[in-house]
Protein backbone atom coordinates (compact mmCIF):
# COMPACT_ATOMS: atom_id res chain seq x y z
CA UNK A 1 0.00 0.00 0.00
CA UNK A 2 2.60 2.33 0.96
CA UNK A 3 4.84 1.47 -1.83
CA UNK A 4 1.67 1.49 -4.45
CA UNK A 5 0.41 5.24 -3.01
CA UNK A 6 4.08 7.10 -3.76
CA UNK A 7 4.39 5.65 -6.77
CA UNK A 8 0.83 7.05 -7.39
CA UNK A 9 2.15 10.61 -6.07
CA UNK A 10 5.02 10.47 -8.48
CA UNK A 11 2.92 10.13 -11.26
CA UNK A 12 -0.27 12.50 -10.56
CA UNK A 13 1.58 15.32 -9.63
CA UNK A 14 3.67 16.22 -13.04
CA UNK A 15 0.31 15.03 -14.48
CA UNK A 16 -1.44 17.68 -12.09
CA UNK A 17 0.89 20.25 -12.68
CA UNK A 18 0.96 19.87 -16.39
CA UNK A 19 -3.18 19.62 -16.66
CA UNK A 20 -3.18 22.76 -14.39
CA UNK A 21 -0.87 25.01 -16.97
CA UNK A 22 -1.85 23.42 -20.28
CA UNK A 23 -5.99 24.31 -20.44
CA UNK A 24 -6.38 22.57 -23.71
CA UNK A 25 -5.48 19.38 -22.76
CA UNK A 26 -6.99 19.71 -19.28
CA UNK A 27 -10.57 20.73 -20.84
CA UNK A 28 -10.17 17.77 -22.97
CA UNK A 29 -8.51 15.33 -20.17
CA UNK A 30 -10.03 16.98 -16.82
CA UNK A 31 -13.90 15.03 -17.19
CA UNK A 32 -11.76 11.69 -18.05
CA UNK A 33 -9.84 11.96 -15.03
CA UNK A 34 -12.89 13.28 -12.76
CA UNK A 35 -14.89 10.22 -14.32
CA UNK A 36 -12.08 7.71 -13.32
CA UNK A 37 -12.37 9.32 -9.71
CA UNK A 38 -16.04 8.27 -9.25
CA UNK A 39 -15.47 4.51 -11.11
CA UNK A 40 -15.36 1.27 -8.55
CA UNK A 41 -11.66 0.51 -7.77
CA UNK A 42 -13.05 -3.27 -7.92
CA UNK A 43 -13.84 -2.65 -11.97
CA UNK A 44 -10.38 -2.74 -12.85
CA UNK A 45 -9.52 -5.68 -11.50
CA UNK A 46 -11.15 -7.71 -14.12
CA UNK A 47 -9.09 -6.06 -17.21
CA UNK A 48 -6.00 -6.47 -15.10
CA UNK A 49 -6.12 -9.63 -14.44
CA UNK A 50 -6.14 -10.52 -18.15
CA UNK A 51 -3.29 -8.35 -18.83
CA UNK A 52 -1.27 -9.29 -16.10
CA UNK A 53 -2.18 -12.27 -14.38
CA UNK A 54 -2.59 -13.41 -11.01
CA UNK A 55 0.51 -11.24 -10.20
CA UNK A 56 2.21 -8.23 -8.04
CA UNK A 57 1.22 -5.63 -11.52
CA UNK A 58 -2.22 -6.51 -11.42
CA UNK A 59 -2.93 -5.22 -7.40
CA UNK A 60 -0.39 -2.32 -8.47
CA UNK A 61 -2.03 -0.99 -11.26
CA UNK A 62 -5.40 -1.55 -9.57
CA UNK A 63 -4.31 0.64 -6.59
CA UNK A 64 -2.65 3.58 -9.16
CA UNK A 65 -5.83 3.85 -10.88
CA UNK A 66 -7.64 3.94 -7.41
CA UNK A 67 -5.52 7.20 -6.27
CA UNK A 68 -3.99 9.13 -8.86
CA UNK A 69 -7.60 10.99 -10.14
CA UNK A 70 -7.87 12.08 -6.37
CA UNK A 71 -4.31 13.28 -6.16
CA UNK A 72 -4.41 15.06 -9.76
CA UNK A 73 -8.24 16.71 -8.64
CA UNK A 74 -6.64 17.65 -5.41
CA UNK A 75 -3.65 19.60 -6.61
CA UNK A 76 -6.00 21.15 -9.64
CA UNK A 77 -8.28 22.11 -6.75
CA UNK A 78 -5.34 23.87 -5.02
CA UNK A 79 -3.83 25.78 -8.16
CA UNK A 80 -7.84 26.87 -8.89
CA UNK A 81 -7.95 28.31 -5.69
CA UNK A 82 -4.66 30.19 -6.31
CA UNK A 83 -5.20 34.21 -5.89
CA UNK A 84 -4.30 35.41 -9.54
CA UNK A 85 -2.72 38.24 -7.60
CA UNK A 86 0.34 35.83 -6.73
CA UNK A 87 1.11 35.44 -10.16
CA UNK A 88 1.36 38.98 -11.33
CA UNK A 89 3.43 39.79 -7.98
CA UNK A 90 5.88 36.44 -8.98
CA UNK A 91 6.13 38.45 -12.24
CA UNK A 92 6.54 41.55 -10.74
CA UNK A 93 9.60 40.23 -8.48
CA UNK A 94 10.93 38.66 -11.74
CA UNK A 95 10.66 35.19 -10.29
CA UNK A 96 10.63 32.66 -13.49
CA UNK A 97 8.36 30.14 -14.29
CA UNK A 98 10.49 27.16 -11.80
CA UNK A 99 10.88 29.69 -9.41
CA UNK A 100 6.90 30.73 -9.70
CA UNK A 101 5.96 27.04 -9.02
CA UNK A 102 8.35 25.82 -6.18
CA UNK A 103 7.61 29.08 -4.24
CA UNK A 104 4.50 30.58 -4.79
CA UNK A 105 1.86 27.93 -6.74
CA UNK A 106 2.68 24.69 -5.06
CA UNK A 107 2.95 25.99 -1.48
CA UNK A 108 -0.53 28.23 -2.24
CA UNK A 109 -2.10 24.98 -3.80
CA UNK A 110 -0.62 22.63 -0.77
CA UNK A 111 -4.02 22.13 1.45
CA UNK A 112 -5.74 21.29 -2.42
CA UNK A 113 -3.07 19.30 -1.78
CA UNK A 114 -2.79 17.47 0.84
CA UNK A 115 -6.73 16.77 0.84
CA UNK A 116 -6.06 15.17 -2.42
CA UNK A 117 -3.24 13.23 -0.78
CA UNK A 118 -5.48 12.21 1.98
CA UNK A 119 -8.33 10.88 -0.55
CA UNK A 120 -5.85 9.31 -2.86
CA UNK A 121 -4.63 7.35 0.17
CA UNK A 122 -8.13 6.54 1.13
CA UNK A 123 -8.98 5.08 -2.64
CA UNK A 124 -5.42 2.93 -2.94
CA UNK A 125 -6.14 1.52 0.41
CA UNK A 126 -9.68 0.58 -0.51
CA UNK A 127 -8.54 -0.38 -4.03
CA UNK A 128 -5.71 -2.70 -2.46
CA UNK A 129 -8.72 -4.47 -0.64
CA UNK A 130 -10.49 -4.96 -3.92
CA UNK A 131 -7.93 -6.12 -5.89
CA UNK A 132 -6.59 -8.88 -3.15
CA UNK A 133 -10.22 -10.19 -2.73
CA UNK A 134 -9.76 -11.60 -6.06
CA UNK A 135 -5.87 -11.20 -7.16
CA UNK A 136 -4.19 -13.51 -5.07
CA UNK A 137 -0.80 -14.65 -6.30
CA UNK A 138 2.88 -12.84 -7.01
CA UNK A 139 5.39 -12.55 -5.38
CA UNK A 140 3.71 -10.30 -2.57
CA UNK A 141 2.63 -11.98 0.25
CA UNK A 142 -1.19 -12.32 1.21
CA UNK A 143 -2.67 -9.26 2.47
CA UNK A 144 -5.17 -8.64 4.63
CA UNK A 145 -7.88 -8.26 1.30
CA UNK A 146 -7.07 -11.98 0.85
CA UNK A 147 -6.96 -12.75 4.77
CA UNK A 148 -10.85 -11.39 4.25
CA UNK A 149 -11.48 -13.71 1.15
CA UNK A 150 -10.42 -16.48 3.01
CA UNK A 151 -12.45 -16.00 6.70
CA UNK A 152 -15.63 -15.65 3.52
CA UNK A 153 -14.48 -18.89 2.42
CA UNK A 154 -14.29 -20.56 5.29
CA UNK A 155 -17.64 -18.95 6.94
CA UNK A 156 -15.15 -17.67 9.79
CA UNK A 157 -17.18 -14.87 10.66
CA UNK A 158 -14.95 -13.90 13.82
CA UNK A 159 -12.00 -13.94 11.35
CA UNK A 160 -13.87 -11.97 8.90
CA UNK A 161 -14.92 -9.28 11.59
CA UNK A 162 -11.25 -8.90 13.26
CA UNK A 163 -9.97 -8.49 9.17
CA UNK A 164 -12.52 -5.57 9.27
CA UNK A 165 -11.24 -4.21 12.02
CA UNK A 166 -7.81 -4.05 11.20
CA UNK A 167 -8.61 -2.26 8.10
CA UNK A 168 -10.31 0.52 9.81
CA UNK A 169 -7.58 0.73 12.75
CA UNK A 170 -4.60 0.92 9.86
CA UNK A 171 -7.39 3.77 7.99
CA UNK A 172 -7.39 5.30 11.69
CA UNK A 173 -3.56 5.31 12.41
CA UNK A 174 -2.80 6.72 9.14
CA UNK A 175 -5.17 9.84 9.12
CA UNK A 176 -3.71 10.74 12.62
CA UNK A 177 0.26 9.93 12.23
CA UNK A 178 0.36 11.48 9.03
CA UNK A 179 -2.31 13.77 7.71
CA UNK A 180 -4.20 14.95 10.32
CA UNK A 181 -0.85 16.51 11.90
CA UNK A 182 0.00 18.00 8.41
CA UNK A 183 -3.47 19.58 7.84
CA UNK A 184 -3.33 20.86 11.61
CA UNK A 185 0.41 22.41 10.49
CA UNK A 186 -0.83 23.94 7.68
CA UNK A 187 -4.21 25.72 9.00
CA UNK A 188 -1.92 27.42 11.74
CA UNK A 189 0.08 28.61 9.51
CA UNK A 190 -2.03 30.44 7.57
CA UNK A 191 -4.13 31.37 10.78
CA UNK A 192 -6.53 29.44 10.02
CA UNK A 193 -8.69 26.09 12.39
CA UNK A 194 -10.87 23.04 11.88
CA UNK A 195 -14.36 23.86 11.46
CA UNK A 196 -15.77 23.06 15.19
CA UNK A 197 -12.48 24.07 16.80
CA UNK A 198 -13.28 26.87 19.58
CA UNK A 199 -10.46 29.50 20.44
CA UNK A 200 -9.55 27.48 23.83
Known amino acids: AASGFVLAVLVATPMALLLGHQPLLRKGIGPLVSALQVLPSI ?3 PAAIILFGLSDATIYTVLLLGAIPSIINGLLGGMDLMPPAYRALSQVLGANRLQHLWHVELP ?22 AAELIAVGGALAPGVGSLLQRGR ?3 DLPLVILVIVVILLVGVLIELACFAPVERKLLRDRGMRRTGENNG
Request: hydrophobic share 60%; aromatic share 18%.
Open 43 to 45: AWV
Open 108 to 129: AALPGYVSGLRQGWAFAWRSLM
Open 153 to 155: DLA
